[in-house]
């Protein structure tokens, strides 16, 4: 308890002495790298805040994700509508009741920004802020772009509000702002030409060719029109028709495409930004160029203005416009990843809790776990491999357990690629299905890197996919190669809406969350374990590749049959 504040004039005394109290609810003992505080934020700046109520069954919401989710449960397959998802989530009224009355008394006007009420925002100056939330909010200085945020480095609750609310937000979390963070393009090759797509020769550059040689992918049409895939962008991306039908026509000689897509925008996104960056064409045409007739649908998230953006608000919305879809998208690709250590634990639990209900719903999230090594994944630039570097930046959303995360291979005979991000969570601690792998690496590390990193923590990636040297179509360059855990995503998930296609057409239900059917026995036999290579980054070599899952190439690559026959079977 900390900070009382003066009594607010209203009707009983007695709620006028509880509200005296303020209770510490959240603090960072630094400001994050990349950052620096400025000066106070003027008084009369209005915040838009928002605050998460506390769940009436979030205990309940996780028991029913892993029966849908886990094969040989009685549940599996079942999953949930949007209408069973919000009966664990909703709050109490209880919960309800006290938050919007305290708003109200003060006189701030609040919304339900979610279905099942358990998201609510509000407008507030900084000068009230700081008041009812004992908080400084300050105005840091983002390095690199000079950019300005509004943050705060503790807040506090009301007493009579911290039984029912979980986090406020945007307070503690610091994204890079107006470069919305992408993990990507590590490595780039402006090609003179593109080089025909030859499966016999995928030595030097990737393509849908190759990895449907590769992976024995189908090439024939998915069939079923109720299988659907959404890649999502955020920002300053949208894709083109013609870019993406220009790379179809030269890499899939064997089928005549005619590209269209589905496109949905939210948060202050638009289709009047430019076309064809790097990121949302890699996605668009690996996804169209593999997930051969899916119906593929973009999801733009966030504005391309230079407002400051803030990520974990993005992934609220554009996920939280997925959850309430009747019929949600089956798979969902994000090429897109930042820094945990950029947020605050309670958003990252709140953020990831919405990647639990989608789960549940039966979408298959997959995320790139980023392009940093072990080092950090950020597009800031903001990486410690000097000698002092003294611990290893896990990435978000990849330490949430409810997404599968995705990192590179590279090479003919696949290895780890050194930029593929790989670690432990700090926020979340190791899942049930995964708890015995980590285990099992963590005790074969011994010493090494101790205390670099979180040895209790959720392990990422889950899976891999060659990410090296892709040709790609895009409106700056043309022709030319890009690399990263970016271009992995995309082919992973392309393989998962395969799969769903054929389990759609034999009547059976999607994979859903994939990672307990990946983890299960019969998952991990149809992968290809990497055993070599490692992620390097901090002034270390990475951890290594190894047999069974390890933390830069998780549990290995996809064999579409092997994959397909296990899927079945598990959808009995
Ligand atoms: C609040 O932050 C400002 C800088 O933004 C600092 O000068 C001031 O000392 C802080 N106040 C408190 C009470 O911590
Ligand atoms: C969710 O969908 C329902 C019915 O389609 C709609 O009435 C409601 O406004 C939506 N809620 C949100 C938060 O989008
Ligand atoms: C391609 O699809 C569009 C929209 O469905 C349609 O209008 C157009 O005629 C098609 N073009 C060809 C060549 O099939
Ligand atoms: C953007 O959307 C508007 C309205 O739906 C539409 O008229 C326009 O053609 C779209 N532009 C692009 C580039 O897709
Ligand atoms: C390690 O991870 C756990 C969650 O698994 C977390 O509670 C703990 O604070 C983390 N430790 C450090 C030093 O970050
Ligand atoms: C670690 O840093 C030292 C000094 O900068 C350097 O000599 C060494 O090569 C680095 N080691 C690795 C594995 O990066």
């Known amino acids: 308890m900390r900070r009382p504040l003066f009594c607010f004039p209203i009707l009983f005394s007695t709620i006028c002495s509880a509200s005296n109290v303020l209770i510490l ?9 990349g950052f620096f505080l400025s000066r106070s934020a003027p008084s009369e700046t209005m915040l838009d805040l ?15 994700l892993h029966a849908v989710s886990t094969p040989g449960n009685p549940a599996y397959g079942k999953h949930l509508t949007s209408e069973e ?10 919960s309800f009741d006290v938050a919007t009355s305290w708003l109200k008394q003060r006189k701030l006007l609040h919304k339900a920004v979610s279905h099942a009420g358990d998201w609510l925002q509000f407008s507030i100056s900084v000068e009230k802020a700081n008041e009812y939330f004992g908080a400084n909010f300050s105005l840091f200085t983002h390095t690199d772009t000079g950019s300005e945020i509004v943050r705060t480095l503790e807040y506090s609750l009301p007493a009579e509000l911290t039984n029912h609310i979980k986090v406020l937000h945007p307070t503690l979390s610091f994204s890079p702002p107006n470069v919305i963070p992408k993990i990507s393009l590590s490595k780039r090759h402006h090609l003179a030409s593109r080089q025909a797509p030859d499966p016999t020769d995928c030595t030097i550059f990737q393509n849908p060719a190759c990895l449907q040689a590769k992976y024995n992918i189908p090439t024939t049409s998915a069939t079923q029109s109720s299988n659907m895939i959404t890649v999502t962008g955020f920002q300053f991306n949208n894709p083109s028709v013609f870019l993406t039908q220009s790379f179809l026509n030269f890499m899939r000689p064997d089928k005549t495409f005619n590209v269209t897509f589905g496109t949905r925008y939210v948060a202050g996104a638009s289709n009047s930004t430019s076309e064809g960056n ?8 690996y996804v169209m160029g ?3 007739d899916v119906p593929v649908t973009f999801l733009g998230i966030g504005p391309a203005t230079a407002t400051p953006a803030d990520f974990p608000t993005l992934l609220l919305e554009g996920f939280g416009l997925l959850l309430n879809d009747t019929n949600p998208p089956q798979v969902v690709s994000t090429s897109y990843g930042a820094d945990e250590s950029f947020y605050s634990p309670a958003i990252s639990e709140s953020v990831c809790n919405l990647f639990m209900q989608l789960g549940a719903r039966g979408v298959s999230l997959l995320f790139s776990s980023g392009d940093g090594g072990v080092q950090t994944s950020s597009s800031t630039g903001v990486g410690d491999n000097t000698a002092t570097c003294k611990a290893f930046g896990p990435t978000f959303p990849s330490g949430c357990p409810w997404v599968t995360s995705v990192g590179a291979t590279r090479n003919v005979v696949e290895i780890a690629a050194f930029l593929s991000s790989g670690g432990f969570s700090n926020v979340f601690p190791a899942p049930s299905y995964q708890a015995a792998d980590t285990a099992a690496y963590v005790a074969q590390l011994g010493s090494t890197y101790r205390g670099m990193y979180n040895a209790s923590g959720r392990g990422f990636p889950d899976v891999s996919a060659l990410g090296l040297d892709f040709q790609i179509r895009d409106h700056r360059f043309g022709w030319q190669t890009d690399s990263g855990t970016s271009a992995s995503t995309p ?13 759609t057409a034999a009547g059976k239900s999607p994979l859903g969350f994939l990672n307990p059917f990946l983890y299960s026995a019969a998952g991990r036999a149809a992968l290809n374990d ?19 899952w390890d933390p830069v190439t998780g ?16 959808a009995v």
Request: aromatic letters at 4%.
């Open 25 to 33: 609810h959240e603090k960072r003992d630094a400001i994050p790298a």
């Open 278 to 285: 790097s990121e949302v064409s890699l996605d668009m045409e």
């Open 491 to 503: 082919v992973f998930a392309s393989v998962i809406s395969l799969i769903n296609d054929r389990l």
């Open 290 to 292: 593999l997930a051969t």
């Open 530 to 548: 990497i055993t070599e290579g490692s992620n390097p980054g901090c002034n270390t070599t990475g951890f290594a590749a190894g047999a069974g």
């Open 555 to 570: 549990l290995g690559s996809p064999n579409f049959p092997k994959l397909l026959a296990a899927a079945m079977t598990a």
């Open 50 to 64: 928002r605050m998460a109520l506390k769940q009436s069954d979030t205990a309940g919401l996780e028991r029913a």
């Open 85 to 94: 998802v919000a009966a664990y989530t909703k709050p109490s009224e209880e």
